[in-house]
């Protein structure tokens, strides 16, 4: 029986060449090669005349092609562009353009805000406005520069509860990316309350490569907003940070993707949905802060994440986070001891001594607690629920743990408060911290808590924090009372340091 070979033909092929030859089949062969050489000939011509003469459409086309791909950088996540040559420089504040959404009626309050962080002549960007400002109204050289928003009259909007300004915040990166600057790296957009902290904005932007596509900003902290909104979503008054290529796709399809969302409410909103459409998720930074709250902000700042401070959002609907003072001098305070050390400016450090039997509790440059016990590094890091939800004023739900202040005086903690900030050379610093007492406060009249309440301040006298430690893999620091146990207590200081080796805060039995 033949077996079948699949690798040997069944037939035989046909022969190149027919075995009999006629003169009409010659001729024929002979004129097709002759006409295959002439249309040979005839392309090496064309070819060598758009090399050697430098044809006008042939250089338009290279041209067109040079400048979509390397100004305009390619629509792919290729990091091959001309932006590739900035990948070594390291990302600093002339890489980033900032959006902020402003109206005529709100900026009169709403620029104390703005002034705190802009850095006339250093940031750059633009307050977007309604309208031009009347003659009446001064632009103070503390401002930064403003431009007008398009109309959107022809956008539709059909959200019954919201207001059809969200279309004109929405279009602030397409109108500030058409406006074709150079060495932009990153769009940041925030509300004309947004409060931006700097270097550490551009710490956190330069983890990651600007030649990527990238969205970047955090949730709302009040559950219910989540629900409402979404959680996919930067909330854009915590600000929301768009990277170079990310926005020369969302800016192609953004006036029709406004359209086809008409029904949702912000412009945060509409941007997420769109950029869900190219396909990035947000990635979540834990300093962009939206301050979805009411009430007093302490218990959040008292108990920061182990992340940079980025923003703050809201202010004018909470309590001055120090106290007995305005929220713009409370705010000044705070940007004291950021100027001073940015990086740590909120970072959250907790200890125990073991021979006074007392827990501390630091938020640098804000911030010390001390609680005459020993507390659980679990308690310790929780927020105290000083504040009610953004819409319902709810005692919960959050995105974060929280735990309820105690009825009982005697197990709360003494607080303080940041009085002072010194620099100490070139790279260290100084912070002051004074007792605060609540005169409608019931008092603990406990031997322990006496002893605590003593304390009339705290000095942390420390290195300055390296931004490349942010870089490494997040830990918190770790603290500790350093003066005697026979020394006077009424100025206690207190250090911040990194874990030794196998060291925990654990209490010891």
Same mark, same amino acid.
């Not at 970047?216 to 768009?242: F, K, L, P, R």
């Not at 802060?289 to 218990?299: A, E, L, S, T």
């Not at 440059?365 to 953004?390: A, M, N």
């Given at each position: 029986?033949?077996?079948?070979?699949?690798?040997?033909?069944?037939?035989?092929?046909?022969?190149?060449?027919?075995?009999?030859?006629?003169?009409?089949?010659?001729?024929?062969?002979?004129?097709?090669?002759?006409?295959?050489?002439?249309?040979?000939?005839?392309?090496?011509?064309?070819?060598?005349?758009?090399?050697?003469?430098?044809?006008?459409?042939?250089?338009?086309?290279?041209?067109?092609?040079?400048?979509?791909?390397?100004?305009?950088?390619?629509?792919?996540?290729?990091?091959?562009?001309?932006?590739?040559?900035?990948?070594?420089?390291?990302?600093?504040?002339?890489?980033?353009?900032?959006?902020?959404?402003?109206?005529?009626?709100?900026?009169?309050?709403?620029?104390?805000?703005?002034?705190?962080?802009?850095?006339?002549?250093?940031?750059?960007?633009?307050?977007?406005?309604?309208?031009?400002?009347?003659?009446?109204?001064?632009?103070?050289?503390?401002?930064?520069?403003?431009?007008?928003?398009?109309?959107?009259?022809?956008?539709? +909007?059909?959200?019954?509860?919201?207001?059809?300004?969200?279309?004109?915040?929405?279009?602030?990166?397409?109108?500030?990316?058409?406006?074709?600057?150079?060495?932009?790296?990153?769009?940041?957009?925030?509300?004309?309350?947004?409060?931006?902290?700097?270097?550490?904005?551009?710490?956190?932007?330069?983890?990651?490569?600007?030649?990527?596509?990238? +969205?970047?900003?955090?949730?709302?902290?009040?559950?219910?907003?989540?629900?409402?909104?979404?959680?996919?979503?930067?909330?854009?008054?915590?600000?929301?940070?768009?990277?170079?290529?990310?926005?020369?796709?969302?800016?192609?399809?953004?006036?029709?993707?406004?359209?086809? +969302?008409?029904?949702?409410?912000?412009?945060?909103?509409?941007?997420?949905?769109?950029?869900?459409?190219?396909?990035?998720?947000?990635?979540?930074?834990?300093?962009?802060?939206?301050?979805?709250?009411?009430?007093?902000?302490?218990?959040?700042?008292?108990?920061?994440?182990?992340?940079?401070?980025?923003?703050?959002?809201?202010?004018?609907?909470?309590?001055?986070?120090?106290?007995?003072?305005?929220?713009?001098?409370?705010?000044?305070?705070?940007?004291?001891?950021?100027?001073?050390?940015?990086?740590?400016?909120?970072?959250?450090?907790?200890?125990?001594?073991?021979?006074?039997?007392?827990?501390?509790?630091?938020?640098?440059? +804000?911030?010390?607690?001390?609680?005459?016990?020993?507390?659980?590094?679990?308690?310790?890091?929780?927020?105290?629920?000083?504040?009610?939800?953004?819409?319902?004023?709810?005692?919960?739900?959050?995105?974060?743990?929280?735990?309820?202040?105690?009825?009982?005086?005697?197990?709360?903690?003494?607080?303080?408060?940041?009085?002072?900030?010194?620099?100490?050379?070139?790279?260290?610093?100084?912070?002051?911290?004074?007792?605060?007492?609540?005169?409608?406060?019931?008092?603990?009249?406990?031997?322990?808590?006496?002893?605590?309440?003593?304390?009339?301040?705290?000095?942390?006298?420390?290195?300055?924090?390296?931004?490349?430690?942010?870089?490494?893999?997040?830990?918190?620091?770790?603290?500790?009372?350093?003066?005697?146990?026979?020394?006077?207590?009424?100025?206690?200081?207190?250090?911040?340091?990194?874990?030794?080796?196998?060291?925990?805060?654990?209490?010891?039995?």
């Amino acid at each position: 029986m033949a077996i079948f070979d699949p690798f040997k033909l069944r037939h035989k092929p046909p022969s190149i060449f027919p075995t009999a030859v006629k003169t009409g089949h010659v001729f024929s062969v002979v004129a097709k090669f002759f006409f295959t050489i002439c249309i040979l000939i005839s392309v090496a011509m064309i070819f060598s005349y758009i090399i050697f003469s430098g044809c006008s459409d042939y250089q338009s086309f290279a041209d067109y092609r040079r400048f979509s791909r390397d100004t305009v950088i390619s629509t792919t996540n290729s990091s091959a562009t001309v932006r590739k040559n900035q990948s070594s420089e390291a990302t600093d504040i002339s890489h980033i353009f900032f959006g902020i959404g402003g109206s005529i009626q709100t900026w009169r309050e709403r620029s104390r805000y703005t002034e705190l962080w802009w850095r006339p002549n250093n940031t750059r960007g633009f307050v977007w406005l309604d309208e031009e400002p009347p003659l009446n109204m001064t632009w103070l050289p503390t401002y930064p520069p403003y431009k007008v928003s398009a109309d959107t009259s022809r956008f539709n +909007y059909t959200c019954w509860y919201g207001t059809r300004s969200a279309i004109r915040m929405a279009r602030i990166i397409k109108e500030s990316f058409e406006l074709g600057l150079t060495n932009v790296r990153w769009f940041v957009m925030g509300d004309d309350d947004t409060v931006f902290f700097v270097e550490n904005l551009i710490t956190v932007l330069s983890k990651y490569d600007h030649n990527h596509m990238y +969205y970047i900003g955090g949730n709302s902290e009040s559950v219910e907003q989540d629900i409402v909104h979404s959680y996919a979503m930067a909330y854009g008054g915590g600000g929301i940070a768009i990277s170079y290529p990310l926005a020369v796709e969302l800016v192609k399809i953004l006036d029709g993707c406004i359209d086809r +969302y008409a029904a949702l409410y912000g412009s945060d909103q509409k941007i997420e949905a769109c950029i869900s459409e190219i396909g990035v998720p947000l990635t979540k930074e834990l300093g962009f802060h939206q301050i979805d709250i009411r009430g007093n902000p302490y218990g959040i700042l008292a108990a920061h994440p182990v992340a940079p401070l980025v923003s703050l959002h809201h202010l004018d609907y909470v309590d001055p986070i120090f106290p007995a003072t305005t929220q713009i001098d409370a705010l000044r305070r705070l940007i004291s001891a950021y100027k001073m050390d940015p990086s740590r400016i909120l970072q959250h450090s907790f200890c125990h001594d073991q021979t006074r039997n007392w827990s501390v509790s630091v938020s640098w440059g +804000y911030t010390i607690q001390i609680y005459p016990s020993l507390v659980t590094g679990r308690e310790l890091e929780t927020s105290f629920l000083t504040f009610k939800s953004w819409r319902t004023s709810s005692s919960e739900p959050f995105t974060f743990d929280t735990r309820p202040i105690s009825e009982d005086p005697c197990e709360r903690p003494i607080v303080y408060f940041l009085d002072r900030v010194y620099e100490v050379g070139s790279d260290h610093s100084l912070t002051t911290y004074r007792k605060h007492v609540e005169v409608s406060d019931t008092q603990c009249e406990s031997p322990e808590y006496s002893r605590v309440s003593s304390v009339g301040f705290i000095d942390i006298s420390l290195a300055k924090w390296m931004p490349a430690l942010w870089k490494m893999a997040p830990r918190r620091q770790t603290c500790e009372i350093i003066n005697g146990k026979d020394d006077s207590e009424y100025v206690i200081n207190v250090k911040i340091r990194h874990f030794n080796p196998f060291e925990s805060v654990t209490p010891q039995s």
